[in-house]
């Protein structure tokens, strides 16, 4: 997506490592109008699924995962990486290893917003190692819902998440794909 | 707002000691349609203040305010709970008793999106004690913003928060009033 695309170039930091701050426009501040342009994208383009509901992991997928289920008309669940007093005892639960927290984070859902025969759009802000997706594969199958898409903003195609997450048999489509950010510069796949 | 008192209505459940759980359509799973509604709503309320930002807190805060700030064309900040390692050295922060974990959390944000000058309008999902949004005007403060309006989906007004606030001379506006939660039965503002 072309407005995307312009965005990283013009405010994504590179940071080293393999790490791209997108704090001005996705992960700390949002704009939010991206965040619909983005949302109207994945609509579009899972238009055929035939979803009935959406799926991430708190924090950042919350933005675009949202603006996705709004012009889908469907509602959102977002994956908690902490159990609320307002969850019951019983959840489904797994762990995955956070990029830029350095450990294994939980993630949780409630069986009460996902159910068994739920057709399930993954939304999350990064494809990277694809292990926070591949996490929330886990908890939709573990509820008995079949995944039916899987969408996010920015993949880094060099960090394999794809590669991982594609013997699953489900479509995934990133908004942008950066293939490379070797020395200061980041390139996109054309 | 009739639509959202209406789906506190049959959907809020009371789980006892003032907590109302509205998991189901903002907390965890987000009812994306209304919380544009709520969006709206604000940003109609709040029009003329001359907002420049909308100001949240992590997690459950993310939803509203970023509907908000579409429908105000701004961009949004959301303080955050832990500091990523994308974030600069020198950040705002202060610290706040969190109604659901039984403990103080952080609330960060980083000096590069919330500058002197601004006006921002913080939006939350709750106001019951206020201590929340008490220390989101602390980090506008502190970064030399101007607060210029208090937006919260639902307000418990038997919690105290409006009385913290209202000192502070802040339009504070909240799209549903609740004045009481005794004997499981819910009684709204009229």
Redesign the interface.
Known sequence: MQALKERIMRDGIH?GSG?L?V???I???????L??QCGREFARIFAGIGATKVLTA??SG??PA??T??HM??????A?K?K????PDQVYLTLAPSH??GRMVELI??P??LAGGERVLIIDDFLASGATIAGLVRLGQAAGAKIVGIGTLIEKSFEGGRDLLTPLGIPIHSLVCITSMQNGEITFKE
Chains 1, 2 share one sequence.
Do not use: C, W
């Open positions: 940071l790490i701050k704090d001005g426009f992960n700390h501040q949002v704009d939010a109008q965040m619909d708190e924090i919350i933005a949202v603006m289920a709004f008309g469907l509602p959102v669940v977002y908690r902490n609320p007093i307002t969850m830029t927290k859902v409630s009460e917003y």
